[in-house]
């Protein structure tokens, strides 16, 4: 939905999938090509609303029977026309459904499913948009209710109508981040076009509306879509944030708008503070084993006495169903995609502390059927106020602020974002096979994506996958009077095998081991070690890397262009990390530092002008050298990952490499001189089966130009390095079976789906070329 210009700052309207952004329309549905209706009448959810999938609202009033009401709508166009669409159109109420029936794609399962709306029934109502850029709609109206009260109903509101481009950012949304650290402000456009970039940051120093510091940072991508500055936020005191960032460009040849934006928020934590955030205590797995015993780590089926092997992990049975995030910052789920998570932040403090700046804050009580047990470090978060009750609508009144910021996020893809108190509202939870509101790189619509069909196994392809990684931010915020306390938080999830329908109609987890939360690195620094590894890619086992968020694996820079490094560290800790860059001439540069506690690496001191055309190879390395919160220990061995040392000493056969899909630890960038006009082909092959058809396959073919001798390419899908070659001949042929990634270790890939951004550079006569394809979703409707 569209907020009002008049209530801008009173609220935002989100999903819990992701953060409110300028609300972009794309004339035409991505996949499929086909055109997109909308329809531009109010919704009331203030009336009547469900955040669950089946429940209809029970609405707070009905209309006059006799005298509902009427609206009149008027819209604006780009080019400056007003036109009247209704005019004191007499409206009827009726509960509109997001979930099943939601178009022009389903929305999130835990997000707006139903809510009460108005409707007039007229068809000027129902719009296509044949003009691009910014649209205004201004509503007037009036409500008479069936009891006899009158509403006035007014508004103002903005949107374009835009094709959609989709943007990596430097720094992932929800990062908590310490103060010192620097937001990243590389913008990476797909597909690539010199996109205009604008970033808006707005820091709230000690969480004070009244001590907004803002930062801008604006200018255009390269022609490959890549953006970066020298212009970085430095937080120099803790706080609050928010991160808005939009991309924009016109068509020179047929004038069409494209456009993109994210929004993201968190905090930057207290430097020393006291406060720990945490996350929940497992109290379901508690209440299924019977025994009241709040654990740390665990297996779902060996603790559940209805369990205890493999074919136990009933997804519906009682006690088996739910898996909070990993208490302590740094550990690591494991998880089906259709077990659901609840993404509260709860804290622990100095209770002398906490009595003085929230007073109404309690350690959590968890009750069972034999008694309660007392969670002393696990203290739920809400806010008071010295009368009425509902802070947003009464802010004034709040004595003591006591809230969390949540976000989770997997490269490219947004998760989970929303801001609360307590558990988080009702049914917060959230499931890995949910539609994540179709956004680009999905499969979306599971019709077409049968898991049957490609060979996958497993209950669905929507959302998440077996291999999917995904991060769990959090940051915990109290604060009253001249004292303010900001906590981050920051841990992982894996998903394991897919569920399958057994024989009696429920879903039995085929992953060996089923749901699990350990510590990382399999013991090397204490705790549970035998949750196995994060990933095996290749043969390999993959336990620490980094994704690089700022020049990535096959970005194409331009002389004169800024060379950024940045990433996030999974497991998120405060590694240390050292990159060493080479250039086609063979100079090398070397950087060191420190991932932040969540384990984000900043760009501080991590970046440089190109200026020399050819292929750079980026080194990483990774270690674990301090204690992990849970554990309270460091590996006694150096841990690393780098691409070349095996440490035997902890069981590993292989060398541990911190970019992920490359052995040894390494990727290329490339910097050219100009684009060169030949463009990459695709072909993609559709296999019918019984269960359905999907996507077996895709060729790419480039003919490489005369007088060329070799070519160099990257093919990446987000945070993913699949390949990097050195190619000679006539041509660039590459040739990616679904089944040739299973066989590597990538089941998170879905051909046809996932995107692929494949870079091929080389150098001819005149300087070094590059081209670039951004493959977006296959459909069968068209469209690609």
Request: charge should be negative; aromatic fraction near 10%; charged fraction near 20%.
């Amino acid at each position: 939905g569209v907020v009002a210009r008049e209530d801008v700052g009173r609220f935002a309207l989100g999903s819990r999938r992701s953060a409110e952004a300028p609300f972009v329309a794309s004339p035409t549905d991505p996949l499929s090509g086909q055109s997109v209706h909308y329809t531009l009448e109010p919704f009331l959810p203030t009336v009547g609303y469900t955040g669950f999938a089946a429940p209809l609202p029970e609405l707070l009033f009905t209309l006059d029977p006799v005298d509902p009401g009427s609206i009149s709508v008027n819209l604006t166009t780009p080019d400056g026309a007003t036109r009247s669409l209704a005019t004191d159109a007499e409206v009827d109420m009726f509960v509109a459904a997001a979930w099943y029936g939601g178009y022009p794609v389903i929305l999130p399962f835990s997000g707006p499913a139903h809510a009460a709306g108005l409707t007039t029934g007229l068809d000027s109502l129902d719009l296509e948009f044949d003009q691009s850029g910014l649209h205004t709609v201004r509503l007037d109206g009036t409500l008479r209710s069936a009891r006899g009260d009158e509403f006035i109903l007014e508004g103002t509101y903005d949107f374009w109508v835009a094709e959609p481009l989709d943007l990596s950012l430097g720094t992932f949304e929800g990062t908590p981040l310490e103060v010192g650290d620097g937001w990243n402000s590389v913008v990476t456009v797909e597909p690539g076009v010199p996109a205009d970039i604008t970033i808006e940051i707005a820091h709230y120093v000690d969480g004070d509306p009244d001590k907004r510091q803002s930062h801008v940072v604006s200018g255009t991508a390269n022609r490959f879509g890549y953006f970066a500055s020298d212009q970085i936020w430095s937080p120099a005191e803790h706080g609050e944030y928010i991160v808005k960032v939009t991309a924009s460009y016109v068509d020179p040849v047929d004038g069409t708008l494209w456009m993109g934006a994210r929004t993201s928020a968190s905090i930057v934590a207290t430097p020393d503070t006291p406060v720990v955030a945490h996350a929940e205590r497992n109290s379901q797995l508690a209440r299924g084993a019977g025994d009241m015993t709040l654990r740390t780590w665990f297996f779902n089926r060996t603790v559940d006495p209805a369990c205890g092997e493999a074919a136990c992990d009933e997804i519906v049975a009682p006690g088996a169903r739910g898996i909070e995030y990993p208490f302590f910052s740094g550990d690591i789920v494991w998880v089906a995609d259709m077990t659901p998570l609840t993404p509260a932040v709860t804290i622990d403090g100095p209770p002398g502390l906490l009595q003085e700046i929230a007073p109404q804050l309690q350690p959590t009580s968890y009750c069972f059927d034999h008694g309660c047990v007392v969670a002393d470090d696990t203290i739920r978060l809400y806010s008071d106020a010295s009368v009425g009750s509902g802070i947003h609508n009464n802010p004034e009144a709040v004595t003591s602020w006591s809230y969390w910021y949540s976000t989770s996020v997997r490269p490219d893809v947004s998760v989970f974002s929303a801001v609360g108190e307590g558990r988080g509202g009702l049914h917060n939870t959230w499931y890995g096979h949910d539609t994540y509101s179709c956004q680009i790189g999905l499969t979306c619509r599971d019709n077409y994506f049968s898991p049957q069909a490609g060979g996958r196994g497993g209950s669905d392809t929507k959302g998440d996958e077996e291999g999917d990684v995904k991060l769990l931010f959090g940051g915990a915020v109290i604060k009253s009077g001249d004292e303010q306390h900001f906590a981050p938080y920051a841990s992982m999830a894996v998903i394991v095998k897919e569920a399958e329908r057994n024989d009696s109609g429920g879903y039995t987890l085929r992953d060996e081991k089923g749901n699990r939360i350990c510590p990382p690195y399999q013991g090397a620094a204490g705790g549970l070690g035998t949750c196995g590894p994060l990933l095996t890619h290749r043969g390999r086992e993959v336990d620490l890397f980094i994704t690089p968020t700022g020049t990535r694996p096959g970005s194409v820079l331009e002389p004169g262009d800024r060379f950024v490094y940045s990433g996030q560290a999974w497991p998120t800790l405060d590694i240390a990390v050292e990159v060493t860059v080479t250039s086609p001439s063979g100079v090398t540069r070397v950087f060191q530092n420190r991932a932040n506690v969540v384990g984000y690496v900043g760009p501080a001191g991590m970046s440089f002008v190109v200026d020399e055309p050819g292929v750079y190879e980026v080194h990483v390395s990774a270690t674990q050298d301090r204690a992990l919160p849970s554990t309270g220990l460091a590996p006694d061995s150096t841990f690393v990952a780098d691409g070349s040392t095996t440490m035997d000493v902890y069981g590993y056969e292989h060398p541990l490499s911190a970019v992920l899909g490359s052995n040894d630890s390494t990727y290329r960038f490339y910097v050219v001189d100009s684009k060169a006009a030949t463009p990459i082909r695709s072909r993609t092959s559709v296999s019918d089966s019984r269960g359905g058809s999907y996507v077996e396959g895709i060729t790419f073919q480039y003919e490489i130009p005369e007088g060329v001798t070799e070519a160099h390419y990257s093919l990446t899908t987000p945070g993913l390095l699949v390949h990097q070659e050195t190619v000679s001949g006539d041509s660039v042929d590459i040739a990616l079976g679904q089944q040739y990634l299973y066989d590597l270790g990538f089941t998170e890939i879905i051909l046809g789906a996932d995107t692929l951004q494949l870079s091929i550079a080389y150098e001819t006569a005149d300087g070094w070329a590059a081209q670039i394809l951004n493959q977006r979703g296959f459909s069968s409707l068209g469209g690609g």
